[in-house]
Nanobody
Framework: QVQLVESGGGLVQAGDSLRLSCTASERTSSSFTMGWFRQALGKEREFVAAIIWSGGLTYYADSVRGRFTISRDNAKMTLYLQMNSLKPEDTAVYYC?????????????????WGQGTQVTVSS
């Protein structure tokens, strides 16, 4: 059972940057896909970004492409989300997730393991 722990959320102003981290309790298979999702108040959980752990291929939602960067550190078993040029509409609880099957999915239902979430609030 993989456990994921996020950190790095907070309150920032529009235009600022934040980096989220997600540390896994054990080394995941190289076939795992790791992703970030977010859920704003009253809205459904939505895909933000994903990375194929072994090859490093990355995928982004249109709303964050060019502003957010997903990356991983194999040695530290840590996933990152660098968020630049933050906007008030980026305000949400951000979740780290892991998918044990190969391939990327934008559906949260395709991910097997989840972190507890970290709040990101962007003021205008």
């Amino acid at each position: 059972q993989v456990q994921l722990v996020e950190s790095g959320g907070g309150l920032v102003q529009a235009g600022d940057s934040l980096r989220l981290s997600c540390t896994a309790s054990e080394r995941t298979s190289s076939s795992f896909t790791m992703g970030w999702f977010r859920q704003a108040l009253g809205k459904e959980r939505e895909f933000v970004a994903a990375i194929i752990w072994s090859g490093g291929l990355t995928y982004y939602a249109d709303s964050v492409r060019g502003r957010f960067t997903i990356s991983r550190d194999n040695a530290k078993m840590t996933l990152y989300l660098q968020m630049n040029s933050l906007k008030p509409e980026d305000t949400a609880v951000y979740y780290c997730a892991a998918r044990s099957l190969s391939g990327v999915s934008h559906s949260p239902h395709q991910y097997d393991y989840w972190g507890q979430g970290t709040q990101v609030t962007v003021s205008s």
